[in-house]
């Protein structure tokens, strides 16, 4: 961290001017967030296995899987604006905030491809079922969305949630935003969509006989 080098610039320093030695302990409330960081870091290994496994149970498909977890990372643009433009430290609160906003944001994507599947399964062509359930799920999703940014705006001024709370509402308002052009420009890219394609062709029913004029 920045604030390690320094301080061992400082204790360098001291120790070359004055010829003594000095020792630097870490404390307080920096200790305390190594701690916690520490923890966090021996269960995403777990997390990651665990939201991959629901993931695949819901989607079936490694393709669509791998389409909602590159959503996640889109939330990370609001996230880095907004701890710039409120002066947040990008700490061990706020790495809370950036998980649980993956979390949300995969959600969102859950939704949508499982709203285009349920379209394409329900007979209409891949563009159209692409189109329409990005329009039709547009309104709840920004809702939901709107509803959770609104919700965290006491904790803006907190000390010990600020960094937390900035993170969320960066992170979502801009993922949100983000998510519902790229995701569908994303699955007609994945599975080679065109707005030109046609419908194939309904085989015929056993037994039908076709004539060559239709009265």
Not at 88 to 104: N, R, S, Y
Not at 120 to 130: E, P, S
Request: net charge positive; aromatic share 8%.
């Amino acid at each position: 961290m920045p604030w390690t080098a320094r301080s061992r610039r400082f204790a360098r320093a001291c120790q070359s001017a004055t010829g003594s030695s000095y020792r630097i302990q870490i404390g307080g409330s920096v200790e305390e967030s190594g701690k916690g960081q520490t923890s966090i870091n021996a269960q995403i290994p777990i997390m990651i296995v665990a939201v991959l496994t629901l993931l695949m149970v819901q989607l079936q498909s490694v393709a669509r899987v791998l389409m909602v977890v590159f959503t996640a990372p889109l939330g990370l643009i609001g996230v880095v604006l907004t701890l710039l433009l409120f002066g947040q430290p990008f700490g061990f609160v706020a790495m809370l905030g950036v998980i649980a906003m993956f979390g949300i944001i995969m959600r969102n994507s859950v939704i949508v491809v499982d709203q285009i599947e349920q379209d394409i399964a329900a007979g209409h062509k891949r563009f159209d079922a692409i189109v329409g359930a990005t329009v039709r799920r547009f309104r709840p999703i920004t809702l939901t969305a709107a509803a959770a940014v609104l919700a965290l705006i006491p904790l803006l001024r907190s000390n010990f949630f600020g960094p937390m709370t900035t993170a969320l509402m960066g992170g979502i308002t801009s993922a949100t935003i983000l998510t519902l052009f790229y995701l569908p420009a994303l699955y007609a890219m994945s599975f080679r969509v065109r707005n030109d394609e046609r419908e194939p062709p309904t085989p015929s029913a056993p037994g039908a006989v076709h004539t060559g004029n239709s009265a």
